[in-house]
């Protein structure tokens, strides 16, 4: 039987202007965060259309070990570094259907 795991989507619109410096502190994220206990993927897009508009697409094995990513130093630097660049922030929590 396929196991169920829960599915990030994070859209991320930056401020015009500060798309370089956002993106680059997104990258910063990739290593450390796929090194984390619990993530199975955790990929960075950028849209083709829209430049300032990125999108994670992130998979973990529980809503618990995502939650402690979620608190965790690296992550907590990137919000804070990004205060005021930011557009827009959407955040989706999903599962997977499977059949």
């Known amino acids: 039987m396929k196991k169920s795991y829960l599915t990030i ?3 991320i619109v ?3 202007g500060h798309r370089e410096f956002v993106k680059a502190e997104l990258l910063k994220l ?3 965060t796929r ?3 619990g993530n ?3 990929d960075l897009h950028q849209d ?3 430049p300032n508009l990125f999108l994670f697409f992130e998979r973990w094995v529980n809503r618990e070990l995502w939650q402690a ?3 965790n130093e690296q992550l907590a630097h990137y919000l804070k570094v990004t205060e005021g660049k930011i557009e827009e ?3 989706n929590e999903m599962t997977e259907i499977i059949n």
Do not use: P
């Open 35 to 37: 090194a984390e206990e």
């Open 9 to 11: 989507v994070a859209k």
């Open 69 to 71: 990513h979620m608190k």
């Open 14 to 16: 930056v401020k015009e």
């Open 89 to 91: 922030f959407t955040l």
């Open 30 to 32: 990739l290593d450390s």
């Open 40 to 42: 199975i993927c955790y």
């Open 48 to 50: 083709n259309e829209n």
